[in-house]
């Protein structure tokens, strides 16, 4: 399972947690309606727009580790 994956499973875990949905989160995010759901259910798009990702990380209070971002690179690394 890919961090992309653990992102999806955990948005839709959180949109529970919290008494909301895919749907009306992305129309809180300035979206189409769907946006979430395909991102979650589909896979598309692949990734998640990093701008939209640290919106959920804020709305929601969690690492956007959680939402499927991965460790910034850094130098010495491959």
């Not at 890919?2 to 959180?14: H, M, N, P, Q």
């Not at 309606?33 to 990380?57: H, I």
């Amino acid at each position: 399972m890919t961090d992309e994956d653990k992102g999806r499973s955990r948005l839709v875990d959180l949109a529970r947690e919290h008494g909301t949905s895919l749907a009306a989160l992305s129309i809180e995010m300035g979206r189409n309606v769907s946006y979430l759901q395909q991102w979650a259910t589909r896979g598309s798009p692949k990734f998640l727009d990093p701008a939209d990702r640290l919106w959920l990380a804020k709305r929601f209070q969690v690492n956007e580790r959680q939402l499927g971002a991965r460790d910034p690179w850094e130098p010495g690394q491959p």
